[in-house]
């Protein structure tokens, strides 16, 4: 799909472009360029599992203001991988909109997304936060058929973050429940700490219990950042 393929472009450009910015301000104190990497028990991305076992997700990140250009990843070793280029920009009241591309690397890069094919199942996002209090909204705007994506899929969450526990739920259609109608797919209560390793140097670690109703399921996650 041509658009598709300028989508992919324009993400590579950006980042190339970030690059260069970067290594042009390489005197400053702090790089707006940026690389992470999560371990988790397992993937539960929107009520859904996905890939079998532990799973390991690193990021790239360049920020600018609001502005955020990235690809973010996750792989295990029963052969689940996933690398998915984005754009953001925040305002400064809280609102966020952005487009990510879900992209498996297990399908050609610019195969034609159809509704027989397609690796590439992009999205527009809006997000709001006030406070504690989240919500967002997702749209996926083409056929991906190898995905298992059709056009026009939704997915909603709202949540509250407290001092130390965070509650969200969120409902979807299509690509997020079995039957394709709309229902609630994701309720879950999360929490977080930090570990100390050293004087200098601690270990934040994150866990959920998540409820999906809609498959009658219920996952534990516990993961690490670096």
């Known amino acids: 799909m041509k658009k598709l393929s300028v989508f992919l472009t324009g993400i590579v450009a950006l980042v190339l472009i970030s690059i260069t910015q970067v290594r042009a301000q390489e005197s400053e104190p702090e790089s707006k360029f940026s690389a992470g990497a999560d371990f988790y028990s397992n993937y539960v991305w929107r009520g859904s599992k996905l890939g079998i076992g532990p799973s390991f997700q690193p990021s790239v990140t360049f920020n600018t203001g609001g502005l955020t250009v990235g690809v973010w990843g996750a792989f295990d070793a029963s052969g689940y991988t996933e690398v ?3 754009i953001s920009y925040s305002f400064p009241f809280g609102l966020s909109l952005g487009v990510t591309d879900y992209y498996s690397p297990d399908f050609m890069l610019f195969e034609k997304s159809t509704d027989t094919t397609g690796a590439h199942a992009v999205e527009i996002n ?5 406070g504690g209090f989240s ?5 996926i705007v083409n056929d991906a058929a190898s995905l298992g994506v059709a056009g026009g899929d939704m997915y909603f969450q709202a949540g509250y973050d407290f001092k130390n526990l965070s509650i969200f739920v969120g409902a979807g259609d299509g690509w997020y429940t079995t039957d394709g109608e709309f229902n609630i797919c994701n309720i879950g209560l999360g929490t977080s700490k930090e570990i100390k390793i050293t004087d200098s140097f601690s270990v934040p670690v994150k866990g959920q219990v998540v409820l999906n109703p809609e498959r009658e399921a219920l996952y534990l996650v516990v993961g690490f950042s670096l």
Do not use: M
Request: overall charge negative.
């Open 84 to 86: 998915d280029p984005y």
């Open 126 to 130: 809006a997000g709001l936060s006030l």
């Open 135 to 139: 919500l967002s909204a997702n749209y």
